[in-house]
């Protein structure tokens, strides 16, 4: 028994070294896809690489020159924790700020991070405001807050049920619900009845358990007069 296992593990070893083994190649021929692949495995030791965070950077690099956007936001990353290579904010936010251009909403996120940590509002908000307008619903329900809360320096709440109508356009119970609040207490819009059972309704229907509450308690009172 003992040796079965033995020759089990062997296989593995093996399966797994011919993998790292071809990835290098298709790393080294110029792939970068492979590239990246070969990169992240260094730096996380898996599937048969040995971890070197020097390597990793290099390939993450190489990668990088080819403008593969997972890349990019891994240089951000290895530059922003001293990651086989020495630490520097800014070229940090400025490889994130490539992978974002390149399509990689992850930097972004990280980036509005960033910003926040360091006490930059402003530089925040940019980045925020940047995901909100690729459809983040999360970040057009955050926008839609400090809006309407009035919680950054530009505030407009205006801003603020223009953000709630792309969140909701999406689907978003939450901010159906939101607007559905918005048009009851007359907030960013005129008080409007109707308008507010309609999103309270499409609230409902996106199965936020708040609006069905609202909703149901609602239809009751009606029925009760």
Not at 38 to 65: N, P
Not at 81 to 102: E, F, M, N, P, Q
Not at 111 to 138: C, F, H, I, T, Y
Not at 180 to 208: D, F, H, I, Q, R
């Amino acid at each position: 028994m003992k040796h079965l296992w033995l020759i089990a593990g062997t296989l593995l070893l093996l399966t797994g070294c011919h993998g790292i083994y071809k990835l290098r190649r298709q790393a080294v021929a110029g792939e970068p896809a492979a590239q990246y692949e070969y990169g992240r495995r260094l730096l996380t030791g898996q599937k048969g690489a040995i971890r070197s965070y020097k390597h990793a950077f290099r390939w993450f690099s190489k990668a990088a020159e080819n403008r593969e956007p997972r890349a990019m936001a891994a240089m951000g990353l290895c530059y922003e924790r001293g990651i086989g290579v020495k630490r520097s904010l800014t070229k940090a936010r400025r490889w994130y700020a490539a992978a974002v251009d390149a399509g990689n909403d992850d930097a972004c996120q990280t980036l509005v991070q960033m910003e926040a940590r360091a006490g930059n509002l402003p530089g925040a908000l940019k980045w925020l405001e940047r995901m909100a307008d690729d459809d983040s619903v999360p970040a057009q329900l955050m926008l839609a807050r400090m809006h309407l809360n009035g919680t950054t320096s530009n505030a407009s709440e205006a801003e603020g049920i223009r953000y709630l109508r792309y969140a909701a356009m999406q689907g978003d119970g939450e901010a159906c619900l939101m607007l559905s609040t918005c048009y009851a207490t007359g907030k960013g819009v005129p008080k409007n009845e109707e308008l507010m059972l309609g999103w309270l309704v499409n609230a409902a229907e996106a199965g936020n358990q708040t609006a069905l509450d609202l909703l149901s308690q609602t239809r009751k009172n009606r029925s009760g007069n």
